[in-house]
């Protein structure tokens, strides 16, 4: 879908045989095959100093808090010469979000707006496919840069904030989850008293909007 609306791709993955599979198929889709963490800085440097510009970035690799906002902060180191839409994948994902939340936004001035709820994730209460029982996966998460400077401090939204907290008690990222419990499937009708648990532990910021 990407490479069909877009005249070059620069695809970046860690599996070699992404490109070796796929290369002949996208004509306009440059593979690069590697750890994101040495390839994006030099992908971002030639970009800069070719003055070729980028339209649309997703964020969509290393799951982990240190891997999201090294990625998002190489990336922000694009020179913005028109809008940049930057979405990242997994915003539901406790260790993506709180990369994601975490990155020097700030410090780029060219970032107008920036969604952690672009799209909502799922909770799996059962296992499916890849994804574990009681984790939280999906979602995306959005940034838009524009060529003006922004005119003081950038606000972080996070529309389902209170749905994200109502559910991080119930998984298997909860700090006080007892491991028997962590790999159990949750029934599809939750006992009162669990919700009401899970509810018991929101700020009540969080109930207020839960209420609208």
Not at 14 to 34: C, T, Y
Not at 50 to 57: E, I, Q, S, T
Not at 81 to 94: A, C, E
Not at 162 to 180: G, Q, T
């Amino acid at each position: 879908m990407i490479s069909q609306n877009s005249h070059k791709v620069i695809s970046v993955d860690i599996d070699p045989g992404i490109a070796s599979n796929l290369a002949q198929h996208f004509n306009n889709v440059e593979f690069r095959s590697g750890d994101s963490k040495s390839l994006l800085p030099d992908i971002v440097a030639d970009l800069n100093r070719c003055g070729r510009h980028v339209d649309f970035v997703l964020i969509d690799g290393d799951h982990s808090e240190d891997g999201v906002r090294r990625d998002i902060e190489a990336i922000l180191k694009l020179k913005v010469t028109k809008r940049i839409v930057i979405l990242m994948h997994d915003g539901f994902n406790p260790d993506c979000r709180t990369g994601m939340r975490s990155a020097h936004w700030d410090d780029c001035p060219h970032v107008h707006y920036l969604e952690l709820d672009f799209t909502m994730g799922n909770f799996h209460a059962q296992a499916h496919d890849t994804a574990d029982a009681r984790s939280m996966w999906g979602g995306f998460a959005c940034a838009v840069l524009e060529p003006e400077m922004r005119d003081g401090p950038l606000e972080i939204s996070e529309r389902q904030k209170a749905v994200f907290e109502a559910i991080f008690p119930l998984s298997i990222y909860a700090p006080n989850m007892p491991s028997k419990q962590k790999h159990e499937c949750i029934p599809e009708t939750l006992p009162f008293k669990t919700i009401v648990k899970a509810m018991a532990s929101l700020p009540r910021r969080a109930l207020r909007k839960l209420s609208l």
